[in-house]
């Protein structure tokens, strides 16, 4: 029988310096997830996954998805496998993480969808190192322009199909300081939809 990653990813969990909640997992819906994916738990991926509805990290405020659980899709829902994309996680921003090739022949990296730049960074890691190193700490650097005094607790409260609708957004001059801008919780498919609409319209003349 294959060895699986779970155990190295539940002791970096266990290790965590902030939150992370462990979402429990349907056995049969994470199989059909994992064939879906072609792969097998000996991954971070695959662990995650086979063995977890998801993770809620730093008082849910990234959502890394595995075979669902609840109101958080499970990893297959939200692939585009004509494009070759594999979000792995979103935060509650709108914020996207997905997994896929920057070029032709090269190993698949995490990349990110951030809302105040509307476009997509290469972290240069594969799905096991940028879940590593979220699980030991990186989000407290990665995130400290886009919180505000009392995420924690605002962020805590918004469900698992909602993210935080900042207005005006963080791409905008106007946006920039997220503690005096207007914010609400609408549904995460809505915020994501008009990060991404907002990016192919000021990327297109006319449109902007």
């Not at 996680?89 to 190993?107: K, R």
């Not at 801008?181 to 990327?203: C, D, M, N």
Request: glycine residues 12%; contains cysteine; proline residues 8%.
């Amino acid at each position: 029988m294959s060895e699986s990653a779970w155990p190295e990813v539940v002791a970096a969990v266990a290790v965590a310096p902030y939150p992370v909640e462990v979402l429990p997992t349907n056995p049969g819906k994470a199989e059909r997830c994992l064939t879906a994916l072609g792969m097998s738990a000996r991954s971070w991926l695959g662990a995650v996954t086979e063995h977890s509805g998801g993770l809620l990290v730093d008082h849910g405020w990234l959502r890394v998805l595995g075979s669902g659980s609840g109101r958080l899709p499970d990893i297959v829902a939200e692939a585009d496998p004509a494009a070759g994309v594999l979000v792995v996680g979103y935060d509650v921003l709108g914020g996207q993480f997905a997994w896929f090739q920057s070029q032709p022949g090269e190993p698949p990296t995490v990349h990110y969808f951030g809302p105040d730049d509307l476009g997509w960074q290469d972290l240069e890691q594969g799905y096991a190192d940028w879940l590593h190193a979220v699980l030991s700490g990186s989000l407290t650097r990665f995130y400290e322009t886009l919180r505000w005094p009392g995420w924690e607790g605002e962020v805590s409260g918004v469900a698992l199909d909602e993210g935080i609708h900042t207005w005006p957004p963080p791409w905008a001059v106007e946006g920039k300081d997220l503690s005096v801008v207007s914010r609400k919780a609408i549904p995460i498919a809505e915020l994501v939809s008009f990060h991404h609409k907002t990016a192919r319209q000021l990327s297109e003349p006319g449109l902007a």
